[in-house]
């Protein structure tokens, strides 16, 4: 189809979350958190009693998950997820939480489940996608494609901070400890494994600032334009 994407994938902690709210705010186009999709289904799994191992159970809370992402006004309200009607932005965003998202991401039933559902946010005026299988399975025609990263250390302080002015409590070990080992689950999976796409422009954001990230996206976009 015609609507414009800009693929941003890469590790947690990259920065790519926040480069892609500035970068759908700034172009007015619509964002997908792709991550919250797989944090959403395991926070549901969790709450319905359905084991992280129960593909096919799995595969069924994923068709039918019951989410509305709300899209806040930018300053004053800000962007919220209810799951089943509860507000759920803060419970799904817990280390644990996407510890689950990880492990349950290697299932193909789980992944194809919500294949549909992410491809539909591509809605003019364009869409920006956050993600690890962006550029390579949900969007693999999309003129743009960026692959962020940054190192371990640098991620793992990066998440740090972010946490604590969410008010969760974590300490900096464990958050390493989380990053590499999410890391190794989410790069040797054998579905849709986080590799950047051939086409995919590698970034590495470790000394750079959020502000000049998204100058270079905004660059590369300019480029292909
Ligand atoms: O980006 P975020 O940390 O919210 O993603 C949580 C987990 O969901 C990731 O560790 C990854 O395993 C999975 N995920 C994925 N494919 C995506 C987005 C997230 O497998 N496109």
Redesign the pocket.
Same mark, same amino acid.
């Not at 958190?33 to 944090?39: H, I, K, N, Q, V």
């Not at 956050?130 to 962006?134: C, I, L, N, P, S």
């Given at each position: 189809n015609s609507v414009p994407v800009v693929t941003i $994938?890469g590790p947690?902690g990259s920065g790519k979350?926040t480069v892609c709210g500035l970068l759908a705010r700034e172009l007015g186009w619509h964002l997908l $958190? +792709?991550? &919250?999709?797989? !944090?959403l289904t395991a926070l549901a799994a969790i709450n319905h009693g359905v084991s992280l191992d129960d593909e096919a159970s799995l595969e069924v809370l994923a068709a039918h998950l019951d989410v509305q992402f709300v899209a806040g006004d930018g300053d004053q309200v800000p962007p919220g997820i209810i799951l089943e009607g509860e507000p759920v932005e803060k419970a799904i965003r817990q280390e644990e939480i =996407?510890l689950g &998202? +990880?492990k349950i991401?290697?299932l193909p039933a789980v %992944?194809s489940a919500l294949l549909s559902r992410q491809q539909a946010f591509a809605e003019l005026p364009g869409l920006v996608a $956050? =993600? %690890? @299988? *962006?550029g390579t399975v949900?969007f693999p025609n999309a003129p743009v494609k960026i692959f962020l990263t940054a190192s371990a250390e640098e991620r793992a302080k990066r998440r740090f901070i972010q946490l604590q002015e969410q008010g969760v409590d974590v300490s900096l070990d464990r958050l390493l400890e989380d990053i590499i080992r !999410?890391d190794e689950? @989410?790069a040797n999976r054998a579905v &849709?494994p *986080?590799i950047p796409a051939d086409d995919a422009i590698v970034l590495d954001s470790t000394k750079l600032t959020i502000q000049e990230v998204l100058a270079r996206v905004l660059e590369e976009m300019r480029k292909k334009a």
């Open positions: $994938d947690g979350g $958190d +792709s991550g &919250a999709l797989y !944090r =996407g &998202a +990880s991401a290697a %992944r $956050d =993600g %690890r @299988d *962006m949900v !999410r689950q @989410d &849709a *986080m």
